[in-house]
């Protein structure tokens, strides 16, 4: 990937996990609501949203989704948070402008939600950690004028402090709905619930008609974030139903649940345990769901149709939507409702994803103030990420393709040394043990380049390491499991493979003519063991394995990146629990330069080739 491409209630307090467990299994197609013949409707509802819009400030390419910064030629003509603001006021304005649409109420509101995952790292979000309060993430959302938001994974990346400062961005000015997360034993957070900030429903108002919204995010948080003290509580159908219940009870007759539970299957599987409910609005996922005739970004594709529908405990048909992020497209829901409240259903006509587009009859202009004061500062410090200089290299760091697939080389032992020092450093902090070695899979390892003795910049740190990997500590893992991940990382030598292994803490030897670990296809299920490491020994002089035998011995901790840690590159971590630390791999690498290297790279702790981790013997 390259550098262009870079791309997670008042009060809720002591909830009690009942733990039910949602399948990604979908029985529901994007099929009509069934409609009331004869039935005019008495309200129509727009639901105008966005997802997962992960500090894609800047506008993305029509070949997908790279992004980069908003230039005068157009070459990032759709997406970008100045466009999205014009585009949602243009959204807002026709839903109750006075030329109704067929079979559309003549009193017509609308409310505007995001499903989450607000900021993600990356370079332009290390414009707003740069900043500070206000970030320019929350300055785009105010400009965008959401009714309210719910919390995704993203946000809880960096740890709870940072989140706390997004939200002190808003100023008491967005509330924040979430009915599954306790923030009690977060301070910073709790405080929030206490001044009504994050509160676990809201009633949201349209001409005169109140709207009920409840928010969830995904039961997997601790898993896949850095929460640290917040509780998720897993009850999901059991929470919401107790809060449309309630809402009912309060004469509210039109409930929404926006949730981010990363697959729009696994909303789908929740409708069928929910009741009250009129309509969900999904998010995480990243799913594409548009009908013939939605004009899309050039490059996507739809994946199945808008809306898709669920039937509730009641047996009623629930439409569930999303969109893909980045601020790419604003989901519209359009929803018909009689008197009582009830569905009539849904305005196929005017429901669906609206692109974001700076080019083509659909074009927007940005909003002015937005690109003034959000884009055009953030793309300046993207700009100048390549002149901050943050280390300076008396050696030519290796970090070539084939190289880093196939053997040790003196950038890979940099990276994995800045996740055993970031694991190390953090440990305490969030309750976990301290890592004795570090493993990074190459494929993870992305400049593709031999950076020449000299000047590293902050620039090139997003370039060697370009995803929103986060450093992640797997605190217990056996011996036999440690030589089966060796194992996994050799298992395609001589040839090149992602999930070649740079290993801090440790050094190995490895025999390519022995027998190759074995793995399902598309898993991390070991089929058949490995058998070509033949000696592992820590920095600290423990025998792991010798002669190809695993020594008896105390677990291991290790630090890697959480895309690992889930088993990625089919790495067999099984279900080892890990913690993700709060900084992502790129800021490990760049703060260990400028930290325990004080900004100097030298020859003798980096030497060209390695320095012997990694040893084949045949």
Do not use: C
């Amino acid at each position: 990937m390259s550098m262009s491409t870079f791309r997670r209630a008042g009060g809720v307090r002591a909830i009690i996990a009942t733990g039910i467990l949602l399948l990604a299994a979908s029985a529901t197609g994007s099929s009509a609501l069934a409609e009331r013949p004869g039935k005019p409707p008495a309200f129509t509802l727009n639901v105008l949203f966005t997802n997962d819009s992960e500090s894609a400030l800047l506008g993305v390419d029509g070949s997908g989704g790279d992004e980069g910064p908003i230039l005068d030629d157009g070459r990032h003509p759709y997406g970008s948070a100045s466009r999205a603001v014009t585009l949602v006021e243009k959204l807002r304005a026709e839903a109750v402008s006075e030329d109704k649409a067929p079979g559309q109420a003549g009193k017509r509101g609308v409310i505007t939600v995001s499903g989450g995952d607000n900021f993600l790292a990356g370079p332009e979000f290390a414009a707003s950690l740069d900043r500070g309060v206000p970030h320019y993430d929350a300055l785009a959302h105010q400009a965008i004028g959401y009714d309210a938001s719910i919390f995704g994974n993203h946000e809880f990346d960096f740890g709870p402090g940072v989140l706390a400062d997004f939200i002190a961005s808003f100023d008491g000015s967005l509330q924040f709905v979430s009915a599954n997360l306790d923030f009690s034993g977060e301070p910073v957070l709790d405080a929030y619930t206490e001044d009504g900030t994050i509160v676990s429903s809201k009633v949201l108002h349209t001409l005169g008609e109140r709207i009920g919204l409840i928010g969830l995010t995904t039961p997997e948080l601790p898993a896949i974030s850095s929460p640290r003290n917040v509780e998720v509580d897993r009850d999901l159908a059991g929470i919401t139903n107790r809060i449309a219940a309630q809402l009912t009870r309060d004469k509210v007759n039109k409930i929404i649940l926006v949730s981010h539970l990363q697959d729009i299957d696994n909303e789908l599987a929740l409708v069928p345990e929910l009741s009250g409910v009129d309509a969900v609005v999904a998010a995480g996922g990243g799913e594409i769901l548009a009908d013939p005739g939605d004009r899309l970004i050039p490059g996507d594709q739809a994946e199945r149709g808008f809306p898709l529908y669920a039937a509730d405990a009641n047996g009623k048909r629930v439409p569930v939507v999303t969109t893909t992020g980045d601020y790419k497209y604003v989901g519209r829901l359009v929803l018909n409702f009689d008197r009582a409240g009830n569905v009539l259903g849904v305005d196929d006509a005017a429901t669906g994803p609206v692109r974001v587009s700076g080019v083509g009859s659909d074009a927007v202009a940005g909003d002015p103030q937005v690109r003034a004061e959000v884009e055009k500062p953030v793309a300046e410090f993207v700009t100048a990420l390549a002149e901050q200089l943050v280390a300076t290299s008396e050696v030519a760091l290796d970090g070539v393709r084939n190289n880093i697939r196939t053997k040790e080389t003196n950038l890979g032992n940099l990276l994995s040394d800045a996740l055993l020092w970031a694991g190390k450093e953090r440990a305490a902090e969030y309750g976990v043990r301290a890592p004795q070695i570090a493993i990074q899979n190459g494929g993870g390892i992305r400049n593709n380049s031999l950076l020449s003795a000299g000047e590293i910049t902050a620039l090139n740190t997003y370039e060697i390491a370009p995803f929103a990997n986060f450093v992640a500590v797997v605190p217990e893992i056996s011996r036999d499991t440690l030589s089966q991940l060796l194992e996994r990382g050799v298992a395609a030598s001589p040839n090149a493979a992602g999930a070649f292994m740079q290993v801090a803490g440790l050094s190995f030897r490895y025999d390519t003519t022995r027998q190759a670990q074995v793995i399902t296809p598309g898993g991390n299920t070991i089929v058949t063991p490995g058998e070509r490491v033949r000696d592992v020994v820590l920095d600290d002089g423990s025998v792991i394995v010798a002669d190809g035998v695993v020594v008896d011995g105390p677990s291991v901790s290790v630090a890697t990146n959480d895309f690992s840690a889930r088993g990625g590159d089919g790495y067999p971590f099984g279900d080892a629990p890990f913690t993700s630390v709060g900084t992502t791999y790129q800021a490990a690498l760049q703060d260990y330069l400028t930290g325990p290297l004080a900004g100097a790279i030298t020859a003798t702790q980096y030497p060209e080739g390695g320095s012997g981790r990694i040893t084949p013997i045949g």
